[in-house]
């Protein structure tokens, strides 16, 4: 496709239900983040993929924040037992970027997944 | 927490005023990125700063890196009401690492006619 897309747009969940949201980069982009953006606030980084590989999984929150690429190619952000707390707008991004040794660079966010746990 | 601090965290303008926000980090940074974000958007890529002491111009939008790559400024020109929005600076804090970009907190740029 021509940019990121996110799905689902808008998640409203009750409290202790698992969500799943769905990111598919823009076709040959190498690395994926996620970041999570509480309200009025930066986007907050969770964690990053270069192809299939996890690389970095420093900024998830705790064990109920899982992610997987396993082709590759479309990610997805799994929380379990959600919490309020987690209510927040969930971005991935995707960039060219394809190794150490180069520089990062920009980075490619979808329009989000608006998570709200009641 | 986010090691990306920017001031100020709210900016209000008279349309044709100039505005500046600044980032500053913690840590000497590889690189540092600037991105726009309009209400209800989702973050664009403005520019990419990885020099010692750039400087770089797109229109109204002047950007730096500091010479110790520590802080960085965007200052915008005879603001418009189409620069509403708000701006955060991101940094690689380790060396050509993917670390995934720490964003600061951002500046609001509101702008009254």
């Known amino acids: 496709g021509a940019g990121v897309s996110q799905s689902p747009r808008y998640k409203v969940a009750k409290r202790g239900q698992d969500v799943a949201l769905r990111c598919d980069p823009i076709?040959?982009?190498?690395?994926l983040f996620w970041y999570q953006q509480a309200l009025g606030q930066g986007p907050e980084f969770l964690t990053y993929?270069?192809?299939?590989?996890?690389?970095?999984k420093s900024g998830l929150p705790s064990d109920r924040f899982f992610a997987e690429r396993p082709e590759g190619s479309v990610s997805t952000l799994k929380i379990q037992r959600t919490q309020q707390e987690d209510s927040a707008v969930y971005l991935c991004?995707?960039?060219?970027?394809?190794?150490?040794?180069?520089?990062?660079?920009?980075?490619?966010f979808g329009e989000g997944s608006r998570l709200t746990v009641l | 927490g986010q090691q990306v601090m920017q001031i100020p965290q709210y900016q209000h303008v008279q349309e044709g005023e100039d505005f500046t926000t600044y980032c500053n980090s913690s840590t000497t940074l590889s690189n540092i990125q600037w991105y726009k974000q309009r209400p209800g958007g989702h973050p664009v890529f403005l520019i990419q700063l990885v020099k010692s002491g750039e400087v770089k111009k797109q229109k109204r939008l002047t950007f730096q890196f500091g010479e110790a790559k520590k802080n960085s400024s965007l200052h915008i020109t005879a603001t418009q009401t189409t620069d509403v929005g708000t701006y955060f600076c991101?940094?690689?804090?380790?060396?050509?690492?993917?670390?995934?970009?720490?964003f600061g907190k951002g500046t609001h740029l509101i702008i009254q006619p």
């Open positions: 993929f270069q192809n299939e590989a996890q690389l970095d």
């Open positions: 076709s040959g982009h190498v690395s």
């Open positions: 991101a940094g690689n804090l380790r060396q050509g690492g993917a670390d995934g970009l720490t």
């Open positions: 991004a995707s960039s060219l970027y394809t190794g150490t040794g180069m520089i990062a660079g920009e980075l490619f």
